[in-house]
């Protein structure tokens, strides 16, 4: 497998676990948090920022961002240093070698880099996701999970479509979308392994 996988998810559909369990079966590297870790290091920003700033943005952050202040300003500069240190960290990660990528509109940056990549979208229903969240949060209040995974999954549009100028989702920007809800993990983790080991 010399293809590097990069996937993209709704929250609460289980892609990091469905990639972390595709990079143990094909033997290659799985960033994630090591993309957090090397951007504080490269950065000197903290982890916790970088976490809040990173990946997602709500629509309100958007906008208020756009607006001309002294603190938007900074919020806006600290965004964009951080999501450039991102991009580097994620060309070097990808030039080392195959590889999975969680998040962090890896697809787009490896394309733009002129570097081949199987992109991927987990997705799921609410039920699905809610079980998983759930677990995630420690919580089983229905409201708090519901508000939790429709801010998760705003925040993640938002960022995705400010960066790349597409809309997150959209099956057009990958080349396979997996209902993990349906096929479970499992099935999800066996789906990509194979296709990754059957693309030239």
């Given at each position: ?13 289980g ?10 079966a ?5 960033y ?60 070097r990660?990808?030039?080392e ?19 081949e990549s ?83």
């Amino acid at each position: 497998m010399n293809k590097i996988i990069t996937i993209s998810r709704e929250y609460g559909a289980g892609g990091h676990t469905i990639g972390k369990a595709v990079a143990e079966a094909l033997g290659v590297p799985f960033y994630d948090r090591d993309i957090v870790r090397e951007t504080a290091k490269a950065s000197g920003f903290d982890t916790e920022l970088i976490e809040s700033e990173g990946e997602d943005i709500s629509k309100t952050d958007s906008i208020l961002k756009s607006i001309c202040s002294v603190s938007s300003t900074y919020y806006r500069d600290t965004q964009e240093a951080i999501h450039d240190v991102q991009r580097a960290i994620i060309l070097r990660f990808a030039q080392e070698g195959p590889c999975v990528i969680l998040g962090r509109c890896a697809d787009e940056i490896l394309r733009e880099a002129g570097i081949e990549s199987i992109n991927v979208f987990i997705h799921a229903d609410d039920v699905h996701r809610a079980v998983r969240v759930s677990e995630l949060i420690g919580s089983t209040n229905a409201t708090e999970i519901q508000r939790v995974m429709a801010k998760k999954d705003g925040s993640r549009h938002t960022y995705y479509n400010r960066y790349t100028g597409k809309k997150w989702g959209d099956s057009k920007n990958y080349h396979l979308t997996l209902d993990s809800g349906m096929l479970g993990c499992d099935l999800c983790v066996k789906l990509i392994t194979e296709i990754a080991q059957a693309v030239e």
